[in-house]
Nanobody
Framework: QVEMVESGGGLVQAGGSRRLSCAAS????????AGWFRQAPGKEREFVAA????????RYADSVKGRFTISRDADRNTVYLQMNSLKPDDTAVYYC????????????????WGQGTQVTVSS
């Protein structure tokens, strides 16, 4: 059974930083692309960032480019999202996802999802 568990959320002041982690189990994570989505209250879930299985290619939403960085540690079966220069608009529940197909991670039709971790940015 595939399980993905996010951690690292919390309350942070605007301009601050936070690093989210997503630990995967039940799959050969090294063969999977992974990504992050977020959902703010009253809004649809939106793409944030994605990384290929090799880690050599990444994609970002325009709203987070230059502020967020996605990375992965194959030995730890973990994907990270380093968030810098946080803004109140970044407040959301952040979800990690994974799939063998990078396009499915990008579009959110992935086979595996975590339960989410709340990030709240105060002004």
């Amino acid at each position: 059974q595939v399980e993905m568990v996010e951690s690292g959320g919390g309350l942070v002041q605007a301009g601050g930083s936070r690093r989210l982690s997503c630990a995967a189990s039940g799959l050969i994570f090294a063969h999977y692309a992974a990504g992050w989505f977020r959902q703010a209250p009253g809004k649809e879930r939106e793409f944030v960032a994605a990384i290929t299985w090799s880690g050599h290619s990444t994609r970002y939403a325009d709203s987070v480019k230059g502020r967020f960085t996605i990375s992965r540690d194959a030995d730890r079966n973990t994907v990270y999202l380093q968030m810098n220069s946080l803004k109140p608009d970044d407040t959301a529940v952040y979800y990690c996802n994974a799939d063998e197909t990078f396009d499915k991670v990008l579009t959110g039709v992935s086979s595996s999802w975590g339960q989410g971790t709340q990030v709240t940015v105060s002004s």
